[in-house]
């Protein structure tokens, strides 16, 4: 809570009042506690509970659907990895689905690697950062990270990812016992997690008006490409409205 | 051999068609990334993408429900929404707040609404 209260004054007032960690060590475990003291450690514990409890009913091992969420890492993914492979789909159908669902993390990637880059950073020092990375993960990263100095940034955002795995690895076994007494509201609801957290999170870090416009414009972009069946609609919806976002901010600045 | 072969398949499997075409976006975007500096255009532009990209598959999640929650009518996954984004402005946009008032409204909508 108290870490919660700091964050906003000092986002309130960048230029003055930056927080730093004594060490590298310190960063990682301020990452981890603040991923603790965010939601979406337990959105993603409630998310991977019904993760597991899908594995159970498609008669995946224990081992295999916690080996699926430490490297797949991406909860649609993982949801359309375990139900057509266990719906006994063609292979290549299911690396294809799986691909066009993981779309999101290139732009995601991109965006996040320069704020976590800092002049004395190793190329090696961002693998495990880029493989980290998820719409939990880079929402609060973003958010977080430009506060503090940057060669602290790597260890944090990796103490926050750190403590959003260990979130939803508890969450996917406890799922995957459970999963013949859950009832089917519960199971809706825990799907539900996903698209509220995510649509509530992004609001809250789209302070400038770019990222407002962008969001709006994929909301609305979006269904109707998925509607009239255009290949590929989330990432056209991606591209058009993050591009026409973009240009209309440039064309206000311009104005100014 | 047959034995480790069958055991080992399906985390083949895994890494084949779970673990490659997630990973190389990732692997992607970490090549992509590297000539841009913080604070420039392109990183303006590419976060409006991402978070487009975000908005679309948050749209498509309801629109388009998964697994049990499309057992819940598409009219009460829509109040929810809103209900719950209404909720997060409410309590001085807390993430919690939206989440749980999203949930409750959902919850409450499937018990209330006769399924089709």
């Known amino acids: 809570m108290f870490l919660a209260v700091r964050f906003r004054i000092v986002r309130a007032m960048p ?36 993760i597991g409890a ?8 224990l081992a ?16 359309i990895l375990i139900s057509t492979l266990g719906g006994g789909a063609q292979l290549i159908e299911v690396a294809i689905a799986v691909g066009l669902s993981g779309v999101r993390l290139l732009p995601m990637v991109v ?21 980290f990375t998820a719409v939990s993960m880079w929402v609060e990263s ?20 750190s403590g959003y795995m260990m979130a939803a690895m508890i969450g996917t076994v406890a799922g995957y016992y459970l999963a013949a007494r859950l009832p089917l509201l519960l199971t809706a609801a825990l799907l539900f997690l996903t698209p509220m957290s995510f649509l509530v999170s992004i609001t809250r870090n789209s302070s400038l008006l770019v990222d407002r416009l962008a969001l709006i414009l994929g909301l609305v972009i979006g269904p109707i490409l998925a509607f009239r069946n255009v290949e590929l609609d989330v990432m056209w919806a991606g591209l058009a409205g993050g591009t026409i976002a973009y240009v209309a901010d440039r064309i206000r600045r311009g104005l100014q | 051999m047959s034995l480790t072969t069958s055991a080992l398949w399906p985390y083949v499997v895994l890494i084949l068609v779970g673990f490659l075409p997630n990973e190389i976006w990732r692997w992607l975007g970490f ?71 999203g949930e409750a409204v959902l919850i409450l909508g499937a018990f209330l609404v006769p399924k089709l």
């Open chain 1, 15 to 50: 230029e003055l009042a930056r927080f730093d960690f004594v060490s590298n060590t310190a960063a990682f475990f301020g990452g981890f506690r603040s991923a603790w003291l965010s939601v979406f450690a337990y959105v993603l514990f409630g998310t991977y509970v019904g």
């Open chain 1, 142 to 161: 973003m958010r977080l990270a430009p506060l503090m100095p940057v060669e602290r940034r790597i260890p944090f955002c990796n103490g926050i990812a």
């Open chain 2, 31 to 101: 090549v992509l990334a590297r000539g841009i500096d913080e604070g420039s255009e392109v990183l303006l532009w590419v976060r409006a993408v991402a978070t487009a990209v975000l908005a679309a598959v948050i749209a498509k999640l309801i629109f388009f429900a998964p697994g049990a929650l499309a057992t819940v009518p598409l009219s009460v996954r829509l109040v929810a929404m809103v209900a719950g984004f209404a909720g997060f402005i409410v309590f001085r946009r807390s993430v919690f707040a939206g989440v749980a008032t």
């Open chain 1, 54 to 61: 899908l594995a159970y009913d498609f008669n995946f091992s």
């Open chain 1, 111 to 131: 965006s996040l690697m320069p704020i976590l880059r800092g002049p004395q950073t190793r190329t090696w020092q961002l693998l495990l950062p880029a493989h």
């Open chain 1, 64 to 79: 295999w659907v916690t080996w699926s969420t430490l490297l797949v890492w991406a909860g649609p993914a993982q949801v």
